[in-house]
């Protein structure tokens, strides 16, 4: 097959492909390639684009008696790194092939899924160490101690609380994920889950001593969602509000139809819950949506958090086409917004 065929099949394959001589030196580059490498790739020495030490020492198995190989490519685009898987062979005309598959996605979930199990590893041996150290102290002379018995008890009751709320959060996140593609369709008043919200929370809003401002219209218009998913997004934001902005003393809860929405279709409803506490620093915004990012890990756990709250107000909204907006300046609080399209 001559160069000018070669050349002209590669050229309809979607992924980049270079066809290289025994030389060593870039005989054809489809569009592809070119996009990737530049348009110096043809004609050019393969050995000085493809250093990294993977991957030349695959190209030395390409080019001697093996004949294929393949190895890990990392390449440095404007906006992210891309992983490429390249293959090697030797064709029966002489010439390398080598094809680019972008594995970046495959190699996002498998990170994502390491540092998913690291977490939950970390989150479940804090509790069970502290469980396990009191269980065996308790066996011995300090279990004989009622004041002793009585303080371990009531913080191994603590740490099961914990493992517990982590268990049902991981669970919720899972559920929420199963459908998080099928879009709910079912009617649902807005102003009747936010007050089913606050009845749930009443007791920690008193204990907390905070002031609920409450703007919420009773004519809010109906929108498609699942009503129980969205009873634990205002949970969730409403909670956060109590954790982390308790030291503001008040608590401002409103909801507004808007009209237009950059993103949205349609009319949107937009549900504002707001905090007047310590505020967070916008650097930290970006990451408080990812699964156990917490901005003050101690604080988090002290308080009871799980650091998953938002990622699963996140996946919630995504599930409904909606979206979360968070900003906050420090010193004066932080504002989560919870828009929804009306239709």
Known sequence: ??????????????????????????????????????????????????????????????????????????????????????????SAAGMIVLSFNDISDI?????????????????????????????????GPAGEDPETRADFLNIMSEQAARMSGLVADLLSLSRVEAVEKVRPRTPVAIDQVLKATLAALRPQLDAAQIKLDYHVPDDMPEIPGDYDQLVQVFHNLVENGLKYGASGGRLEITARLLDQMPGFDGAALRVTIRDFGEGIDPIYIPRLTERFYRVDKARSRDSGGTGLGLAIVKHILSRHRGRLIIRSTPGAGAQFDAVLPCS
């Open 107 to 139: 190699e996002a979930a498998e990170a994502q899924r390491r540092d998913f199990v690291a977490n939950v590893s970390h989150e479940l041996r804090s509790p069970l160490t502290v469980l396990a150290g009191f269980i065996e102290t308790l066996q």
């Open 1 to 90: 097959m001559s160069e000018s065929i070669c050349s002209a099949l590669i050229a309809s394959l979607a992924q980049p492909v270079l066809l290289v001589g025994e030389d060593g030196f870039v005989q054809a580059a489809n569009p592809a390639a070119t996009e990737l490498f530049g348009a110096r790739i043809r004609g050019a020495q393969i050995r000085a684009f493809l250093r990294q030490p993977e991957l030349a020492a695959m190209l030395e198995q390409v080019f001697g008696a093996q004949g294929e190989g393949s190895a890990s490519f990392v390449s440095n685009g404007p906006i992210r790194e891309t992983v490429w898987r390249v293959v090697g062979r030797r």
